[in-house]
């Protein structure tokens, strides 16, 4: 085999087998493999690779989940890696010949688009910490959806047979479910009475100040409706167990907050991040999550963050108009969020958030907007605090009239 001063090899991650394809220099094709995603294999792939180049750089498309081991045993190997995105391989992909689409040819993408562009972010190995809180957050991540889901389902079942009970709570909170895993219908509600409706709540763990005002909003509801609909008899059961299942949902999404705040609180960042306003563990943990924690390391500058978070917009000129800015289409849509709820926090006390806000607000910017730009100053915060490595002192604001 001829040996090559350079080689790139893009490899396109999959659940059970992986397919690599090795290009040189001039974009040439030196091999192509599928491989099963297993060490063995791995460390085969790798050694062809440097038996056929002095200088091997890889890229994968994908940076999780499945590509644990590849990455680990890569790591293991010394190999420098980076990071394609899934939606740069599907804009490159149209720059080759063939309409076609096959594991194949988007490992080939993947290694033409590393040896084209060198602007790609270099996948490191996060620290232990990191590690954990990028599987637990995700984990929170996905028991949110789950969540949310579930709470739109159970208003839609109880709103086609007790509307008036549908309205009366907010079923995101704890004391109502435990209300549905007992009564589900007018009837119910009325044949057991205030009493039985109570102890029900009590001995489910609801809120007991708040039990005297349930009790007296579910027995109005009942009144306020005095027809059973025909649907009644299956639906009920459907949402006493989905009522149940959000209880322990609730419970599970509760136990893996004071794992995250644990694990969190022990990273050396943690103090310096909550002492932002607007951040708490939970959007600590996300944070240092969704960026590795070293931020200079990763980014560079603020305004890189920024862009990565997408939120620094970027122009959409053409022709005569100039200055038209936009939100951009590729960006980190959960760093965005955790920077968006930050500044949603961080205007409800007195402080200089508060007081930015309101003078955006006062120059005319929607809510929206000005927590946007909030969220955008928020960032240039954490990134001084997290690269000056103090503790975050805000200084009183100028007084504008906005205050």
Request: with cysteine; glycine share 8%.
């Amino acid at each position: 085999m001829k040996v090559r001063e350079q080689i790139w090899v893009g490899i396109d991650v999959g659940k059970a087998h992986h397919h690599a394809c090795a290009v040189d220099g001039t974009g040439k094709v030196v091999f192509s493999k599928r491989l099963a995603n297993g060490q063995a294999e791995i460390e085969a792939l790798i050694a062809r690779a440097g038996k056929a180049a002095g200088q091997v750089r890889w890229a994968l498309d994908m940076t999780s989940g499945t590509a644990g081991l590849l990455l680990a045993v890569l790591r293991q190997a010394g190999a420098t890696v980076v990071y394609v995105p899934g939606r740069l391989v599907n804009r490159m992909a149209g720059a080759f010949a063939g309409e076609g689409k096959s594991d194949a040819k988007d490992a080939f993408t993947i290694a033409e688009t590393a040896r084209l562009r060198h602007d790609l972010t270099v996948v490191t190995s996060p620290e232990q910490s990191i590690a954990e809180l990028q599987v637990l957050t995700a984990r929170r991540e996905d028991l949110m959806g789950d969540w949310v889901r579930g709470v739109n389902r159970l208003r839609d079942l109880l709103a086609s047979i007790f509307p008036a009970l549908e309205a009366a709570f907010d079923y995101s909170t704890r004391s109502p479910l435990v209300l549905l895993t007992g009564f589900q219908t007018p009837a119910g509600i009325r044949e057991a009475g205030a009493d039985a409706v109570a102890e029900h709540l009590r001995a489910g763990g609801a809120w007991a100040k708040g039990i005297p005002a349930m009790v007296d909003k579910a027995l109005a509801a009942a009144a306020a409706q005095t027809i059973a609909l025909p649907t009644e008899a299956a639906v009920a059961p459907l949402i006493a167990r989905l009522a149940a299942q959000l209880l322990d949902l609730d419970r599970e999404i509760k136990n893996l907050d004071k794992q995250i705040t644990t694990t969190f609180e022990q990273h050396p960042h943690a103090a310096r991040i909550t002492s932002v306003n607007g951040f708490g563990p939970i959007l600590g943990a996300q944070l240092l999550a969704d960026t590795g924690g070293d931020l200079q390391a990763t980014f560079g500058s603020s305004s890189r963050l920024a862009a990565y978070a997408g939120l620094a917009p970027v122009p959409r000129d053409s022709g005569r108009v100039r200055g038209n800015l936009h939100r951009p289409t590729r960006y980190h849509r959960g760093l965005r969020r955790v920077f968006y709820l930050a500044a949603l926090s961080a205007i409800k006390p007195e402080g200089p958030s508060q007081v930015f806000y309101r003078r955006k607000r006062a120059e005319g910017k929607l809510h929206t907007q000005a927590l946007i730009a909030l969220a955008r100053r928020l960032i240039d915060v954490v990134w001084a605090l997290l690269r000056d490595g103090r503790e975050f002192q805000p200084t009183p604001p100028l007084t504008t009239s906005a205050a």
